[in-house]
Nanobody, 115 residues
Framework: QVQLVESGGGLVQAGGSLRLSCAASGFIFSLRSMAWYRQAPGKQRELVAA???????NYADSVKGRFTISRDGAKNTVYLQMNSLKPEDTAVYFC?????????WGQGTQVTVSS
């Protein structure tokens, strides 16, 4: 079955960096677009970044120039490199893929940025 397992979250000071990883299994990774979403307390889940199978990318305006999404087909893993982190980046970050009409999510990883 489809599994997405995130890792790499933690507590970091403003201006710092983190790299999130999402290990994927149960589907042909190379054929699927992948995305990172985040959800802050009391807010709706929002798209942070996405990458197609052809490695085209798009980003939320709030993270452009600071975050980079990438993928490694040999490891079936998608990454989110987050630099120049701000307190408003604090959220649970989720990995996502869509196969047919179904949307699959990981369990999430907490990112907390202190000021």
């Amino acid at each position: 079955q489809v599994q997405l397992v995130e890792s790499g979250g933690g507590l970091v000071q403003a201006g710092g960096s983190l790299r999130l990883s999402c290990a994927a299994s149960g589907f042909i990774f190379s054929l699927r677009s992948m995305a990172w979403y985040r959800q802050a307390p009391g807010k709706q889940r929002e798209l942070v970044a996405a990458i197609t199978s052809g490695v085209n990318t798009n980003y939320a305006d709030s993270v452009k120039g600071r975050f980079t999404i990438s993928r490694d087909g040999a490891k079936n893993t998608v990454y989110l490199q987050m630099n120049s982190l701000k307190p408003e980046d604090t959220a649970v970050y989720f990995c996502n893929t869509e196969i047919g009409v179904r949307s699959y999510w990981g369990q999430g990883t907490q990112v907390t940025v202190s000021s």
